[in-house]
């Protein structure tokens, strides 16, 4: 084929990448919902016992799952990037379906865990799949794997700018015209997918009155500031806890979901990735009291979800805990009488931005995701002012991208080729050489 012929291909082929991502997660996302509204079910119509002995089967069942395909653990977002830059290979169907229904499955059992990181791992299967199963050129594996996984996250979150700005940040080696566009036509048909399940509206129901004024930019600048160490703190307390967590050889799914039964009768609102807290937040449903003993507990079971290898991500839960932390501080300014009431909203986004950016030092798609899940680019001024202050403040921390560190505590827990070609070859040399001794 000519040039022009290779061109039109390559964005054809996007176009199904993207549409067959799209609809396996938002399938995914719509299952999501359905355990969420589930498990909600049970615990509170008088059957708390047959939820709880129903997610002590699951957690078992999701150890022995995750130690057979130990790929699926985690966000996945440090299993895409090892992919891409071919530190690692396993088979994509199989992890496809493992992180699936192990997603599912973790959320059913109440833990601190969210959609995002998930959908982009899902994503990258159906172009990982696509490139083993159609073949091309070894230079085109990357292109593959980045447009499927990028629509996931627009899938994920209808947020089609939002995993463009991914691709660019957290995912792509090389930047050129055609990669950019491959990902634009991924993105824009998973995202179409996603509005025909869910709808055109944003992902979040925060109502804002306006947007915040000049003078209160100093106000901004504090709060990036406070972000910034929050987010150092989260990232440090993360890592910690991954890391006693790997000392943990059984039974380490089935502590976050004992925990998960505590909530559930005393603070179920910690329950799952915060949804709907993030909303409830917003609209100043909660005390100053509450909202920090809500901010203390999703923190901590966040960490310790995370920690115990179970498939989820920490996107969402990073998303409640910036916009708690925004609407805190909005409380304490406002009982100063510094800033009105009615700049509630405004400062819970600005938290969720300040916070995404200093965890995941990917400012960009830190402001344009949270512009796209509250539907609105009119405050992107000063979603960009607290995400500039606060990865300066983190970055004087010395903090380290999220994914970064996590990838390298899955490379160095995993085989590299676990489930490809590679590791049956390498298993059966290791076997003959068994033999031989």
């Given amino acids: 084929?000519?040039?022009?012929?290779?061109?039109?291909?390559?964005?054809?082929?996007?176009?199904?990448?993207?549409?067959?991502?799209?609809?396996?997660?938002?399938?995914?996302?719509?299952?999501?919902?359905?355990?969420?509204?589930?498990?909600?079910?049970?615990?509170?119509?008088?059957?708390?016992?047959?939820?709880?002995?129903?997610?002590?089967?699951?957690?078992?069942?999701?150890?022995?799952?995750?130690?057979?395909?130990?790929?699926?653990?985690?966000?996945?977002?440090?299993?895409?990037?090892?992919?891409?830059?071919?530190?690692?290979?396993?088979?994509?169907?199989?992890?496809?379906?493992?992180?699936?229904?192990?997603?599912?499955?973790?959320?059913?059992?109440?833990?601190?865990?969210?959609?995002?990181?998930?959908?982009?791992?899902?994503?990258?299967?159906?172009?990982?799949?696509?490139?083993?199963?159609?073949?091309?050129?070894?230079?085109?594996r990357e292109q593959f794997i980045t447009v499927s996984a990028c629509a996931g996250l627009a899938a994920a979150f209808n947020a089609p700018l939002a995993a463009i700005a991914f691709s660019v940040e957290e995912l792509q080696r090389s930047f050129s015209l055609q990669n950019a566009l491959n990902c634009a036509v991924a993105v824009v048909s998973a995202d179409l997918v996603s509005k025909l399940f869910f709808g055109t509206g944003p992902v979040f129901s925060i109502h804002l009155e306006g947007v915040l004024p000049v003078k209160y930019y100093g106000l901004v600048v504090l709060l990036g500031t406070l972000l910034g160490v929050s987010g150092w703190l989260f990232e440090r307390s993360l890592l910690w806890f991954v890391d006693i967590f790997k000392k943990i050889k059984r039974f380490h799914i089935l502590i976050p979901t004992a925990l998960a039964w505590f909530f559930m009768l005393s603070l179920p609102q910690v329950l799952g990735g915060g949804h709907e807290l993030v909303d409830s937040v917003s609209a100043g449903l909660f005390s100053l009291r509450t909202i920090l003993n809500l901010l203390i507990c999703k923190l901590f079971f966040t960490l310790i979800s995370y920690g115990s290898r179970a498939p989820g991500g920490i996107f969402l839960p990073?998303?409640?805990?910036?916009?708690?932390?925004?609407?805190?501080?909005?409380?304490?300014?406002?009982?100063?009488?510094?800033?009105?009431?009615?700049?509630?909203?405004?400062?819970?986004?600005?938290?969720?931005?300040?916070?995404?950016?200093?965890?995941?030092?990917?400012?960009?798609?830190?402001?344009?995701?949270?512009?796209?899940?509250?539907?609105?680019?009119?405050?992107?001024?000063?979603?960009?002012?607290?995400?500039?202050?606060?990865?300066?403040?983190?970055?004087?921390?010395?903090?380290?991208?999220?994914?970064?560190?996590?990838?390298?505590?899955?490379?160095?827990?995993?085989?590299?080729?676990?489930?490809?070609?590679?590791?049956?070859l390498s298993a059966e040399k290791e076997s003959e050489d068994t033999d031989l001794a």
């Fill in 318 to 424: 990073m998303v409640a805990i910036g916009a708690m932390i925004g609407s805190l501080y909005h409380r304490a300014i406002t009982s100063v009488g510094i800033v009105d009431v009615l700049y509630l909203p405004n400062f819970a986004i600005l938290g969720i931005a300040g916070f995404l950016t200093a965890v995941v030092r990917a400012p960009l798609t830190s402001v344009v995701l949270t512009a796209e899940l509250v539907g609105s680019f009119g405050h992107f001024m000063t979603l960009l002012l607290v995400s500039i202050v606060a990865y300066i403040a983190s970055g004087f921390l010395e903090t380290k991208p999220v994914y970064d560190e996590l990838l390298k505590r899955v490379s160095q827990s995993t085989h590299p080729y676990a489930g490809s070609q590679e590791a049956e």
């Fill in 1 to 140: 084929m000519d040039q022009r012929s290779n061109f039109l291909y390559a964005l054809l082929r996007s176009a199904l990448m993207g549409s067959v991502a799209g609809v396996i997660v938002a399938l995914y996302r719509l299952c999501i919902v359905k355990v969420d509204n589930v498990r909600t079910l049970l615990a509170l119509n008088h059957s708390f016992l047959l939820w709880v002995i129903l997610s002590i089967f699951i957690a078992l069942i999701l150890e022995v799952v995750v130690r057979r395909l130990p790929f699926i653990s985690g966000s996945g977002i440090p299993q895409v990037r090892a992919l891409i830059a071919k530190k690692m290979d396993y088979d994509p169907l199989k992890v496809l379906t493992g992180k699936f229904v192990g997603g599912i499955l973790a959320i059913f059992n109440g833990l601190s865990l969210g959609r995002e990181g998930p959908s982009i791992h899902i994503g990258s299967t159906v172009g990982h799949w696509f490139y083993n199963k159609f073949g091309g050129l070894d230079s085109q």
